[in-house]
T-cell receptor
Framework: GAGVSQTPSNKVTEKGKYVELRCDPI?????LYWYRQSLGQGPEFLIY????????DSGLPNDRFFAVRPEGSVSTLKIQRTERGDSAVYLC???????????????FGPGTRLTVL | GDSVTQMEGPVTLSEEAFLTINCTYT??????LFWYVQYPGEGLQLLLK?????DKGSNKGFEATYRKETTSFHLEKGSVQVSDSAVYFC?????????????FGGGTRVLVKP
């Protein structure tokens, strides 16, 4: 079946602009995660959705970052007034959570490479 | 908070050499442990995992054992191939944390030469 998809694959924008990054999770996966991977580093957690609600947004760096998942499937990460420091690869992952299983596998998308000039 | 520390790369090996990548962690709870791999031009893929102490995860000739006493999850492979060239990430998911979010190490780049 289809995996996690993300669009666009690359986004170049200018400082101060607004961007939206889209994630299509695996069908039936109730949990959705956003991570940010800066060059040469490991991914860092941003936000987690269970269904339509953001259950944990503790990783969002500031109020310029916002994410939605209105119908419990597709999610959009929104960044306002972009800064050069926002340049990174933004990864989306989904999983089918079962109870409180800590081993539930997260499936990652290919990422969106955001470059802020 | 939770954290993962893994050895810095790059690690350069010859084909058929033995590979070890060290990984240690700190966690407030009782985490599950993972190794993810990122091949050139591809997305993150789960390589193996272990969910409790003394569990051994294995896949594609790679192994890692969950060592609670040393808070470690070192990755090993006995005989690497050129196709194993990739970036390897150690990660944990703290059981009980909302949504089992992953905390990653910084990654270790491995280059296997023929």
């Amino acid at each position: 079946g289809a995996g996690v998809s993300q669009t666009p694959s690359n986004k170049v924008t200018e400082k101060g602009k607004y961007v939206e990054l889209r994630c299509d999770p695996i069908s039936g996966h109730t949990a959705l995660y956003w991570y940010r991977q800066s060059l040469g580093q490991g991914p860092e957690f941003l936000i987690y959705f269970q269904g339509t609600g953001a259950a944990d947004d503790s990783g969002l760096p500031n109020d310029r970052f916002f994410a939605v998942r209105p119908e419990g499937s597709v999610s959009t990460l929104k960044i306002q007034r972009t800064e050069r420091g926002d340049s990174a690869v933004y990864l989306c992952a989904s999983s089918f959570l079962s109870g409180t299983s800590g081993g539930a596998q997260q499936f990652f998308g290919p990422g969106t490479r955001l470059t802020v000039l | 908070g939770d954290s993962v520390t893994q050895m810095e790369g790059p690690v350069t090996l010859s084909e058929e050499a033995f590979l070890t990548i060290n990984c240690t962690y700190t966690a407030t709870g009782y985490p599950s442990l993972f190794w993810y791999v990122q091949y050139p031009g591809e997305g993150l893929q789960l390589l193996l995992k272990a969910t409790k102490a003394d569990d051994k995860g294995s896949n594609k000739g790679f192994e890692a054992t969950y060592r609670k006493e040393t808070t470690s999850f070192h990755l090993e492979k006995g005989s690497v191939q050129v196709s194993d060239s990739a970036v390897y990430f150690c990660a944990l998911s703290d059981l009980g944390a909302a949504g089992n979010k992953l905390t990653f190490g910084g990654g270790t780049r491995v280059l296997v030469k023929p």
